[in-house]
């Protein structure tokens, strides 16, 4: 059974651009969640979706992020516009049953 | 204070125990996680323990829980090399409609030969 995959594993843009990361879940885990961890910083919760709905977006740091999850299968994550600050690894997870939650290589952004 | 704190390093020699100790804040979480990363790759789920549990033993793993302290340990018996990585201490603080992973500094495991 693969494994929660990330796209892209490393993306470099300049602050001012637009980013989309992208998360595929596990199939058949309704459950998807986004942590980030920025510089020299824990890992944090940024939201959680159960299927295509969002249930808990209370670590999304302000309105220049933006989560989708059309369908319920795969989520993007978008930033737009990027600053410097959120330089940092994006990581995602899924879950069947809110319990264990495996997670993906990450996308380590850079914000120049 | 942090939410979950960590030391931030562990050098151990190959074949003996290691013991990563963790303390948190929230006593509600149901669940307590570790997590292992190795360098260059996400996040790998090691063991988890149930809040009413104080140890689970896999394998070369034994957790340690006491709830009154909020303190966890992962103890690893006969450390490898390859045992060499970052460990995550993860208490899981829920709701009735979602949950999140609050995650310590990690500690930085060495094994040295």
């Known amino acids: 059974e693969a494994g929660v995959t990330q796209f892209p594993s490393h993306s470099v843009i300049e602050k001012g651009q637009t980013v989309t990361l992208r998360c595929d879940p596990i199939s058949g885990h309704d459950n998807l969640y986004w942590y980030r961890r920025v510089m020299g910083k824990e890992i944090k919760f940024l939201l959680h979706f159960v299927k295509e709905s969002k249930q808990d977006e209370s670590g999304m740091p302000n309105n220049r992020f933006l989560a989708e999850r059309t369908g319920g299968t795969y989520s993007t994550l978008k930033v737009q516009p990027a600053e410097l600050e959120d330089s940092g690894v994006y990581f995602c997870?899924?879950?069947?049953?809110?319990?264990?939650?495996?997670f993906g290589p990450g996308t380590r952004l850079t914000v120049t | 204070g942090e939410d979950v704190e960590q030391s931030l390093f562990l050098s151990v020699r190959e074949g003996d125990s290691s013991v990563i100790n963790c303390t948190y804040t929230d006593s509600s979480s149901t669940y307590l996680y570790w997590y292992k990363q190795e360098p260059g790759a996400g996040l790998q789920l090691l063991t988890y323990i149930f809040s009413n549990m104080d140890m689970k033993q896999d394998q070369r793993l034994t957790v340690l829980l006491n709830k009154k302290d909020k303190h966890l340990s992962l103890r690893i018996a006969d450390t490898q090399t390859g045992d060499s990585a970052i460990y995550f201490c993860?208490?899981?603080?829920?709701?009735?409609?979602?949950?999140?992973?609050?995650f310590g500094t990690g500690t930085r495991l060495q094994v040295f030969p």
């Open positions: 997870a899924s879950s069947p049953n809110r319990r264990e939650q495996y």
């Open positions: 993860a208490p899981l603080r829920g709701s009735y409609n979602t949950d999140k992973l609050i």
